[in-house]
């Protein structure tokens, strides 16, 4: 192996990614699983998170599935507890679980939207994390992504709380200076669109769809579509060595959107 391969090498690292049975999160779990990780698949869809762990080497002992409702305290700890027990440590941590609040403005936001959206979208990241320390410092240290979205840095039109939710989450980034002591480093990601089947649905929920896409299309200062492998591979430089120096950081992956 080269010095370059060896910088992205994952092997000999536990990772632990939420929400990953599908969408960005399980092209997250396939890029750290073909860098050489053992993956712990964390959702609340049991069939399909198992289909994942699966694929991605269950029987060999490569991955395995637990059911995580992550805004859940106490399924939080036991299942933290639960994945260093069966591997033995864990290194990573990718919070990318969470929720599309699907609301159209703060005037038209209701309490149970805005606390499903809070509870998924900044106590679930909050809380993995929370139990996840004392593991990871057990294993030396390690690298905990959160994943937000453009939501967080752009001002839309739609969706209060999903915005208010995500951008609660910038502050994660605290964490950095907190236990950077402790060898853990904690960024943060931004994708832009890419097409996972959550985004679209939202979008065709706001009108049509097809302008929608063309409207982001001609915003789009790179040719071609980005794709939620190219968000899995940001997610992998964070988690790898070849980041060992980065931390505290937010990297935005949206192909200039944000220069409209």
Not at 55 to 64: D, I, K, P, T
Not at 172 to 183: P, T, V
């Amino acid at each position: 192996m080269n010095q370059l391969n060896a910088y992205f090498s994952l092997k000999n690292k536990v990772a632990l990614v939420t929400g990953a049975a599908r969408g960005i999160a399980l092209h997250i779990a396939c890029a750290l699983s073909t860098a050489g990780a053992r993956l712990a698949i964390l959702d609340v869809r049991e069939q399909e998170g198992q289909v994942v762990a699966w694929l991605l080497g269950s029987a060999q002992g490569r991955a395995r599935f637990w059911s995580l409702d992550v805004s859940d305290s106490n399924a939080v700890r036991r299942v933290m507890g639960a994945v260093e027990g069966h591997f033995g440590r864990i290194d990573i941590l990718v919070n990318s679980a969470g929720i599309d609040a699907d609301n159209p403005s703060a005037q038209g936001l209701s309490l149970a939207q805005w606390e499903k959206a809070m509870s998924a979208n900044v106590n679930g990241s909050i809380l993995c994390t929370k139990h996840v320390i004392a593991a990871m410092e057990r294993a030396g240290g390690g690298s905990i992504v959160n994943v937000l979205s453009l939501c967080a840095l752009e001002d839309e039109r739609h969706e209060a709380a999903d915005h208010a939710a995500k951008a609660a989450l910038r502050m994660a980034n605290m964490n950095a200076m907190r236990y950077a002591a402790r060898n853990i480093r904690v960024n943060t990601i931004h994708p832009g669109f890419s097409r996972p089947p959550a985004q679209v649905e939202a979008l065709r929920k706001q009108g049509d769809l097809t302008q929608r896409l063309v409207d982001l299309a001609e915003v789009q200062m790179l040719t071609g579509r980005g794709s939620a492998t190219d968000v899995a591979a940001g997610i992998l430089y964070l988690a790898s060595d070849a980041s060992r120096f980065v931390s505290g950081t937010e990297l935005v992956i949206e192909a200039g959107y944000g220069c409209r």
